[in-house]
T-cell receptor, first 113, second 115 residues
């Protein structure tokens, strides 16, 4: 079945460091891909998405490119801030049926001042 | 900005007891979902609901689970006889229609602890 494999955490960075969180997927067809973020005590919020190959999703300085050839959707940010500390989830949306989301395990990011 | 809300935020129950987790989806959304996350594990799909019926359910969603939309605003998940392994964070999500359906909006979750 469809699955998402995400870089294990936790990840600890200093402010202004470069961030990469790796995400690869296995799916039939051409799923849509998502990054969700969960700040402490809050629900899952959509960070960015891409719906077809070579699309780049971006939001709040974060970017991810849908790479069909490597079945990847890595999350990057050039300069992280303390406020980016959160858990990041990569997910795909299955095609057909209820189009549920299939998630990775999540990566906890801590950014120190 | 409209948001999905969930109550309670935390619930502690004894094994074998029934629990009802409540969700208020965004008002014009038509697709509703429950997911759960056991501590340290992936967020897992449980069930989806559309047009007053279940549209898909996972293997986890056995006869002990049920969902209901009792009125125009609430969406509930009931666990009839809780087990220790039901301890998890439960997330409700809702989505609109058509191309916008692909964005599911999540609530803050209910942390369920079964003792």
């Amino acid at each position: 079945g469809d699955s998402v494999t995400q870089m294990e955490g936790p990840v600890t960075l200093s402010e202004e460091a470069f961030l990469t969180i790796n995400c690869t997927y296995t799916a039939t067809g051409y799923p849509s891909l998502f990054w969700y973020v969960q700040y402490p005590g809050e629900g899952l919020q959509l960070l960015l998405k891409a719906t077809k190959a070579d699309d780049k999703g971006s939001n709040k300085g974060f970017e991810a490119t849908y790479r069909k050839e490597t079945t990847s959707f890595h999350l990057e940010k050039g300069s992280v801030q303390v406020s980016d500390s959160a858990v990041y989830f990569c997910a795909l949306r299955t095609q057909g049926g209820s189009e549920k989301l299939v998630f990775g395990k999540g990566t906890k990011l801590t950014v120190n001042p | 900005e409209p948001e999905v809300t969930q109550t309670p935020s935390h619930q502690v129950t004894q094994m074998g007891q029934e629990v009802i987790l409540r969700c208020v989806p965004i008002s014009n959304h038509l697709y509703f979902y429950w997911y759960r996350q056991i501590l340290g594990q992936k967020v897992e799909f449980l069930v989806s609901f559309y047009n007053n019926e279940i549209s898909e359910k996972s293997e986890i969603f056995d006869d002990q689970f049920s969902v209901e939309r009792p009125d125009g605003s609430n969406f509930t998940l009931k666990i009839r006889s809780t087990k220790l392994e039901d301890s998890a964070m439960y997330f409700c999500a809702s989505a609109y229609l058509g191309a916008k359906r692909e964005t599911q909006y999540f609530g803050p979750g209910t942390r369920l602890l079964v003792l």
